[in-house]
């Protein structure tokens, strides 16, 4: 037995409620990540561009001072041990006043081996021995070097009698270095505002996308959406799931073609569950699957005990865009035609605009395998919604577009049917028969068949019915529907 202590439930319940939050709030954290991605791109390229920046400003200014100290000072240096001539001061003194002349803030200082100031401006510190600087130190030991102190650049140059001999002296020149400083601080400046600018650009550029991401993702945990997809799991199990059929008919002779399948869930508690909401919640999940074949098993049994009865029909069923890529499905259709003895051409697909395209290539090879297996009709649902390629569309296997409902019904409310008659143009052009759904009454169904539209569904014929009901009603409509 575990007797290990338990978080109290005021805890628990408080960690679900921050997690719960913290998912309803998906957007807004999503985007705070972007934003800091963003950011930390931008700070890691600025800083490195930075130091490039620094660098070459610091390498041309030490290129400059040590060339300068090397053509405009040529000190002639006493024995070891002695000071300057008077005269060697005069000739530095006018060498450093020439200098001065081109950058006034300019100074030199010559160091003796031991150490010893050998020559400065300030005749005071001739012959005072002092630690010389690190720059002084490295000339002394034969190389030359720059260090940048405040804004002051000091440079040290080595000085030879003769070649081969060692070091007799370091020339140290001292020059400004504000102006270079300030032009680097000038650029890092621009730099920062540049990156700013692009990298602010380039978040108002992704923003769209990172909101659909991120309200994707908030769906996709939402708890309610979570637990319907788990009650749903449950409702497979237990076989809550039943279909309802809606005709489809000819738009001339209102003669019953085919019949869609429609699935819906009565739920023990809630009562029956909009499909709009539960097929949503599970797009994308494992559930979707198993749905998708119980829909197909549904409808065929159904097809069955019409075919027992006499009724011919076919039977349309829809395929979500997260199944439609799926290898196996070709396979479980063929499985679930012969177990229920149902001919392939009795079956239709209808697969939506932008499932079809979403992956055209891998879309148009699944239906090519239904096709060549005798599965009837492949229609395009809710055409017009989506931004379909006119190219990929000729390539596909298909037989029908399917007028998104949303025309039909703006067509009877406006009386406009510019885009009805558009689609049932473009449809005949490719040589498909074409579908108007949401048609609701004698008026809208009229005016479909004076556009050339060849097939009608909606309310005008009848609601979704339960198979028995169905039965009934197609019925009641012979021999129109024979």
């Known amino acids: 037995m575990d007797n290990s202590p338990r978080p109290p439930k005021q805890v628990l319940g408080f960690a679900r409620a921050v997690r719960n939050r913290w998912r309803q709030s998906f957007v807004t954290s999503i985007t705070l990540v972007a934003l800091l991605g963003v950011a930390a791109f931008a700070l890691l390229i600025g800083r490195i561009v930075e130091t490039q920046i620094e660098d070459e400003a610091f390498e041309r200014a030490k290129d400059s001072a040590q060339l300068a100290a090397r053509a405009g000072f040529a000190p002639r240096l006493p024995p070891f041990g002695e000071p300057l001539s008077a005269r060697d001061l005069t000739e530095l003194d006018r060498q450093l006043a020439s200098a001065r002349e081109r950058e006034s803030a300019i100074d030199m200082r010559v160091w003796g081996r031991d150490g010893t100031i050998v020559y400065a401006r300030d005749r005071g510190l001739i012959g005072r021995r002092s630690p010389p600087p690190s720059s002084v130190r490295e000339a002394l030991d034969g190389a030359s070097a720059t260090a940048v102190r405040g804004d002051v650049l000091q440079t040290a140059v080595p000085i030879v009698r003769r070649r081969g001999e060692p070091v007799a002296a370091a020339l140290e020149l001292s020059l400004p270095y504000g102006a270079v400083a300030a032009d680097v601080r000038d650029r890092r400046r621009r730099l920062w505002l540049t990156l700013a600018v692009v990298g602010l650009l380039a978040y108002a550029l992704a923003f769209p996308g990172l909101r659909r991401a991120g309200r994707a993702l908030r769906a996709q945990y939402d708890p309610r959406r979570v637990e319907l997809v788990r009650e749903l799991?449950?409702?497979?199990?237990?076989?809550?799931?039943?279909?309802?059929?809606?005709?489809?008919?000819?738009?001339?002779?209102?003669?019953?073609?085919?019949?869609?399948?429609?699935?819906?869930?009565?739920?023990?508690?809630?009562?029956?569950?909009?499909?709009?909401?539960?097929?949503?919640?599970?797009?994308?999940?494992?559930?979707?699957?198993?749905?998708?074949?119980?829909?197909?098993?549904?409808?065929?049994?159904?097809?069955?005990?019409?075919?027992?009865?006499?009724?011919?029909?076919?039977?349309?069923?829809?395929?979500?865009?997260?199944?439609?890529?799926?290898?196996?499905?070709?396979?479980?259709?063929?499985?679930?035609?012969?177990?229920?003895?149902?001919?392939?051409?009795?079956?239709?697909?209808?697969?939506?605009?932008?499932?079809?395209?979403?992956?055209?290539?891998?879309?148009?090879?699944?239906?090519?395998?239904?096709?060549?297996?005798?599965?009837?009709?492949?229609?395009?649902?809710?055409?017009?919604?989506?931004?379909?390629?006119?190219?990929?569309?000729?390539?596909?296997?298909?037989?029908?577009?399917?007028?998104?409902?949303?025309?039909?019904?703006?067509?009877?409310?406006?009386?406009?049917?510019?885009?009805?008659?558009?689609?049932?143009?473009?449809?005949?052009?490719?040589?498909?028969?074409?579908?108007?759904?949401?048609?609701?009454?004698?008026?809208?169904?009229?005016?479909?068949?004076?556009?050339?539209?060849?097939?009608?569904?909606?309310?005008?014929?009848?609601?979704?019915?339960?198979?028995?009901?169905?039965?009934?009603?197609?019925?009641?409509?012979?021999?129109?529907?024979?």
């Open 233 to 482: 799991r449950r409702a497979l199990d237990r076989d809550e799931l039943s279909v309802h059929f809606q005709p489809i008919a000819e738009a001339a002779s209102g003669r019953v073609h085919t019949v869609e399948a429609l699935v819906r869930w009565e739920h023990p508690r809630r009562g029956p569950v909009s499909p709009e909401r539960f097929v949503a919640a599970v797009e994308g999940t494992d559930v979707m699957w198993p749905l998708t074949l119980r829909v197909f098993e549904l409808t065929l049994e159904q097809c069955r005990r019409w075919r027992d009865a006499g009724v011919e029909l076919r039977v349309a069923v829809n395929v979500s865009g997260a199944i439609l890529p799926e290898r196996r499905l070709p396979l479980e259709i063929a499985a679930l035609l012969e177990r229920s003895g149902v001919p392939a051409d009795a079956l239709e697909v209808e697969v939506t605009e932008g499932a079809v395209m979403a992956d055209a290539a891998a879309a148009a090879g699944i239906l090519r395998r239904l096709t060549e297996m005798g599965v009837g009709l492949i229609a395009i649902d809710d055409f017009g919604t989506g931004y379909s390629s006119l190219a990929r569309l000729h390539e596909l296997p298909l037989d029908t577009l399917k007028i998104d409902q949303s025309f039909v019904m703006r067509m009877a409310r406006e009386g406009d049917d510019t885009i009805v008659r558009s689609i049932v143009e473009l449809a005949h052009a490719l040589g498909l028969s074409v579908i108007a759904e949401g048609v609701e009454d004698e008026e809208t169904w009229a005016a479909l068949v004076a556009l050339g539209c060849d097939f009608v569904q909606g309310y005008a014929l009848t609601r979704p019915l339960p198979g028995e009901e169905f039965s009934a009603w197609l019925a009641a409509r012979v021999p129109s529907s024979a």
